[in-house]
């Protein structure tokens, strides 16, 4: 079992930046693939960044794209999502999740992080992000 924990929501005007955590808990060891998704009142859940299993492919929405930063910290199991320059478009519900990658590191192929969140077992609980304009 895996537990996630985001943090670093809030209020912010436009144009300033927020860093949201994720501390991942509970198994030890594995190959995971790690995401933020957010989602906004009345929308569906949406794809915003991911990182590979490997560590070496992180990808972005087109929407974010030069403006957010995804990190991770392996040392803390944990994840980060830097976001500069914030719009009001951008206040969401953030969440992080994790996919679990079975088998031998040396032989799993190298693949892009999964964009849809049914593929992402584990989730964390969410952080609020309000952008004011």
């Known amino acids: 079992q895996v537990e996630l924990a985001e943090s670093g929501g809030g209020l912010v005007q436009a144009g300033n930046s927020l860093r949201l955590s994720c501390a991942a808990s509970?198994?030890?060891?594995?190959?995971?693939?790690m995401a933020w998704f957010r989602q906004a009142p009345g929308k569906e859940r949406e794809f915003v960044a991911a990182i590979n299993w490997s560590g070496g492919i992180i990808e972005y929405a087109d929407s974010v794209r030069g403006r957010f930063t995804f990190s991770r910290d392996d040392a803390k199991n944990s994840i980060y999502l830097k976001m500069n320059s914030l719009k009001p478009e951008d206040t969401a519900v953030y969440y992080c999740?994790?996919?679990?990658?079975?088998?031998?590191?040396?032989?799993?192929?190298?693949?892009?992080?999964?964009?849809?969140?049914?593929?992402?077992?584990?989730w964390g609980q969410g952080t609020q992000v309000t952008v004011s304009s």
């Open positions: 509970g198994r030890a060891g594995g190959n995971f693939a």
């Open positions: 999740a994790a996919r679990l990658y079975m088998g031998d590191p040396l032989v799993l192929p190298i693949t892009t992080p999964p964009r849809n969140d049914y593929e992402y077992s584990y």
